[in-house]
């Protein structure tokens, strides 16, 4: 029987863990894998029960980059930019919990999610120009993950930079011990399913347009018609009386 390259879970509050399982190679992202992600994300983001996604690596690392011996980078079917492209737009919030390596394709997965949190041990990488070649591609990706400055040392060194260097430049959003990484990701998830799922899928939509300088709609108009929405109506309410809204199950519940 074949070993799945990558594992889903998802939980009873709607939390879904997806692991990078190819442990042998650092998780390193192949084709295979590639495709898989990309048909997950689709399925999540059209799954009500889904409210957050919390992407883990199996073993050592977290993702090692993409597998060049098993072709990424040549012509196939689902490249690593339609990989995070569609993790950048996914609806619902997503959690990157990095441990060991991160690197080239694996630091832009991690750089499309809405969160990172790294252990003290992890290290990252933009290695592309070591073996010859700039990485094109992921530059959208990475400029509003680290900004030009940060970049113009580390894309074009490819040198490797720690935990509290991706905290510093605010890539990382928290390190924490191993010991107490599990905690962690749970009190980050329970703050997102506190959130009205339309509200915040609307919020990450606006957010990223404001990010490009695209103008949005008419703002005023766009308050009126969400604040007089369902949602709203219900946040509002269960404020007032004191209650969890009905979007948020409390932890054993």
């Not at 799945?4 to 692991?19: C, M, W």
């Not at 592309?128 to 894309?155: I, K, Q, S, T």
């Amino acid at each position: 029987m074949t070993r799945p390259k990558i594992v889903i879970e998802q939980s009873s509050r709607g939390i879904v863990g997806l692991t990078l399982a190819r442990p042998d190679k650092g998780n390193a992202l192949d084709a295979e894998m590639l495709a898989q992600l990309l048909t997950t994300f689709d399925r999540l983001d059209a799954d009500p029960g889904a409210r957050v996604l919390v992407i883990r690596g199996e073993g050592k690392h977290w993702c090692s980059g993409a597998d060049v011996s098993g072709g990424v980078g040549d012509s196939h079917d689902v490249s690593i930019v339609d990989v995070c492209t569609r993790l950048n737009v996914l609806t619902k919030p997503t959690v990157a919990v990095v441990h060991g390596a991160c690197i080239g394709a694996g630091l832009a997965l991690a750089a499309s999610c809405d969160v990172l949190l790294a252990t003290p041990e992890a290290f990252f990488a933009i290695p592309e120009v070591r073996l010859g070649f700039p990485p094109v591609e992921l530059m959208p990706v990475f400029v509003p993950a680290f900004g030009a400055r940060f970049l113009r040392r580390y894309l074009l060194s490819g040198e490797r930079f720690a935990a509290d260097v991706a905290l510093r430049v605010g890539f990382a959003h928290a390190v924490h011990p191993a010991t107490a990484m599990a905690a962690a990701v749970d009190e980050t998830a329970d703050a997102f399913l506190r959130a009205a799922p339309g509200a915040l899928a609307n919020g990450k939509k606006l957010l990223r347009r404001f990010a490009a300088g695209e103008q949005a709609e008419d703002l005023h108009d766009l308050h009126a018609r969400w604040i007089a929405g369902e949602e709203a109506r219900e946040g509002l309410a269960s404020f007032k009386e004191k209650r969890h809204p009905g979007w948020y199950l409390p932890t054993g519940a």
